[in-house]
């Protein structure tokens, strides 16, 4: 798959180079090119999901892959409590089969974009793309082509939401995020490239978290907190889409927890997390977190933006600004020690907790020629992570071999201690991540 997409990829660069040699640039083409690519990397995850699928339910597939196209097609769909119903049917009532009916869900959902210009969006999601993109092919000078209307409602999965491009400057860049965790699953540059890893694993489904992308740990970072599991429960609800700025590169979502239903973490709260998109070397991803106490005591988190990255090989990659720094090691019950290496590399699992991080981190990606300039703001810590041969294989939404392709390094709220907020009070944290050629 990733040789594939490495010589999709190829192609496309080649084909961008011929285009801008000419003495007219014809973006509507690379346009048009760069959706294709999108739309062949679906394909490719769609035969991945239908073999999967295949293997969970075996001869039950066909009913519920026909029963899950059938509801998608209704002009008034069924409630997803029937829809559940009828599924548990099909499965002739065996709950363990219902995993496998997720998926399938997951896989109508990814056929249906497959060979549309613009993907679908769930119930309640918003498409933004930049001045309202024109029709590949479009005479220069043609009115952009109305939005497309939001597709099916989303039963079963919680990919659907919003998709924000930087500019037409650099056409093809695309940042998707998902109102399930308000949750970044993609940040892809002009040239298809893919910045932030998702597991071809992740499922897509709540209360599960999605594995990759950027979740959103709050108002706990791992165990660091009253919760009895792990990263609080901010990735694993629905947030609501508040609004997509007109020229469709930031996005804002929110959160509004009443302090009910979470009997460890009593304390109301409002979360919002705003995402954009720039033109800045060759992409920028920003993100920004905003809590306000809305309740009548203090309340203590901790947080982070557990951000994956996509890497051609971890064997190449190095992390630099953090020598010097204290960390607390995971892998050795949070014992303290300090980094003295001029740049941190990977071969064997890794997971660390910086202390008083640098604003700034960078990540230099040798085989891709990659560099991700990360400054962070109002986060005093840093995460490094890779899960490396074991805890990869011990993951059921990871593959065995992905911790090769990815590390994640997350702006956190973590060794320094929790932040405490008065009933009213707020809090503001962010990233800006850039990036530039090696």
Request: with cysteine; hydrophobic share 40%; proline share 6%.
């Amino acid at each position: 798959m990733v040789n594939r997409r490495m010589d999709i990829i190829k192609n496309v660069e080649e084909l961008e180079r011929t285009l801008t040699s000419a003495s007219k640039v014809d973006r509507d083409s690379i346009v048009n090119v760069q959706d294709q690519v999108g739309n062949t990397v679906k394909v490719h995850k769609a035969a991945q999901l239908r073999e999967r699928c295949h293997s969970d339910l075996g001869p039950k597939f066909d009913a519920v892959y026909a029963y899950l196209t059938k509801v998608r097609a209704a002009a008034k769909p069924p409630a997803e409590a029937d829809v559940n119903k009828e599924l548990l049917k099909l499965v002739g009532g065996d709950k363990g089969h219902m995993q496998g009916c997720f998926l399938v869900d997951q896989l109508v959902f990814h056929e249906s974009m497959v060979g549309l210009a613009k993907p679908l969006l769930g119930a309640g999601g918003a498409k933004a793309a930049v001045g309202g993109a024109a029709k590949p092919g479009a005479k220069p000078g043609a009115k952009p082509a109305a939005a497309a209307k939001p597709g099916p409602k989303p039963y079963l999965t919680a990919k659907p939401g919003v998709k924000l491009a930087p500019s037409a400057k650099k056409p093809g860049a695309l940042v998707e995020v998902c109102r399930h965790g308000g949750h970044v699953v993609s940040w892809r540059n002009r040239r298809g490239e893919d910045l932030i890893f998702t597991s071809s694993k992740a499922i897509f489904q709540a209360p599960k978290a999605i594995r990759g992308g950027v979740p959103v740990c709050f108002p706990q970072f791992g165990m660091m907190g009253p919760m009895p599991t792990q990263h609080g429960f901010a990735r694993n609800v629905s947030w609501e889409l508040a609004g997509v700025d007109e020229g469709g590169s930031r996005a804002t979502l929110v959160l509004r927890y009443d302090g009910t239903s979470q009997p460890a973490y009593p304390h109301p709260f409002e979360l919002r997390t705003v995402v954009s998109v720039g033109d800045e070397g060759e992409g920028a991803l920003r993100q920004q977190l905003h809590v306000i106490n809305t309740g009548t005591s203090p309340m203590r988190f901790t947080a982070a933006l557990h951000t994956y990255y996509q890497v051609a090989s971890i064997a190449g990659v190095s992390v630099a600004g953090l020598s010097g720094t204290r960390f607390l090691d995971n892998l050795q019950g949070q014992a303290e020690a300090t980094d003295e290496s001029p740049e941190v590399a990977f071969s064997s699992e890794l997971d660390r907790v910086y202390v008083g991080a640098p604003h700034v981190i960078t990540i230099t990606d040798a085989a891709a020629r990659h560099v991700f300039e990360i400054t962070k703001c109002g986060f005093p810590d840093a995460v490094v992570w890779n899960p490396w041969v074991e805890k990869a294989a011990a993951m059921a939404d990871f593959g065995d071999e992905e911790y090769k392709v990815m590390l994640c390094i997350e702006p956190a709220v973590a060794g320094s201690g929790a932040v405490e907020l008065a009933p009213g009070g707020s809090w503001s944290g962010s990233q800006a991540v850039v990036l530039r050629d090696a």
